[in-house]
């Protein structure tokens, strides 16, 4: 049954995308709207099939996922020492919630201004924006899927004979587990919107940049297909990351442990 689910989940989805390709392949024929403006997904399709063959959009994207990977990893170490500190303190769990509701609200793009004058406009400071975008989510689910762990389960762990990492490991982790999935997907989508924004304010970093840099400049020179072309490469990453990662990972744990409805 699960796997049926699965498979007609799948077949649903491809299904709607392929409309909406369709929709807007027999749109853009039809000639309402300038070419520059809403151009055919055929001819995003050839750009597409172009930049890779020539290689660039795949050097762009190479770029965008290890700053991505470098953020969000630093992200997910600071929500990890933040919250354990929060959990062992009522006052750190004070500060944390006061920080998180002056911080959490503030785009990261906002803060660029200020990165660009501390670090410049280099990799470090995109990694930075990513960081500071991503980190707050995560921080804000772990928290509150660890305190959400009903006291009843870590009694019985400790009668168990479980304590200190082995109480974690096999009680808290899994009892938070569906926050913490929830705030790596927010925190993986808000990289994404970080790196792509703060390419696209001050451009390539060092002669480099990622897909940002590459839709900015292709939006520059008027190639709007390849504009397209490049967002259709961070939807086509979204979608695998979704499904070959985070919904992986979901139907072995959050839903094999019957934590969530199918």
Not at 81 to 96: I, K, R
Not at 215 to 224: A, D, G, Q, S, T
Request: aromatic share 10%.
């Amino acid at each position: 049954m699960k796997a049926t689910g699965t498979r007609n989940k799948t077949i649903n989805q491809v299904l709607f995308i392929t409309g909406v390709i369709l929709g807007w392949e027999l749109l853009a024929q039809t000639g309402w709207f300038p070419p520059l403006l809403f151009p055919k997904m055929s001819a995003v399709f050839i750009e597409l099939v172009g930049e890779i063959v020539r290689g660039e959009i795949l050097q762009r994207l190479a770029f965008s996922l290890q700053i991505i990977g470098l953020g969000l990893g630093l992200a997910v170490v600071t929500a990890a020492l933040t919250t354990t500190l929060a959990m062992l303190s009522p006052l750190v769990s004070d500060w944390v919630q006061a920080l998180m509701a002056i911080l959490h609200p503030l785009p990261g793009i906002a803060i660029l201004p200020i990165i660009i004058l501390w670090l410049g406009t280099g990799a470090r400071s995109i990694v930075a924006v990513i960081w500071f975008s991503s980190v707050w989510p995560i921080i804000a689910n772990l928290h509150t899927g660890l305190r959400s762990v009903p006291t009843t389960q870590i009694e019985v762990g400790r009668n168990l004979g479980l304590k200190g990492i082995a109480l974690v490991r096999s009680i808290l982790i899994p009892g938070a587990f569906p926050y913490i999935l929830t705030g790596l997907r927010v925190g993986w989508a808000r990289a994404w919107q970080a790196s792509v924004a703060a390419e696209m304010v001050f451009g390539a970093s060092g002669g480099e940049g990622g897909l940002g840099w590459f839709i900015y400049k292709k939006r520059f020179f008027m190639e709007i297909p390849s504009v397209f072309a490049g967002m259709a490469v961070i939807i086509l990453i979204g979608l695998l990351v979704e499904r070959l990662c985070f919904e992986g990972i979901e139907v072995r744990t959050v839903r094999r442990w019957g934590m969530t409805s199918e």
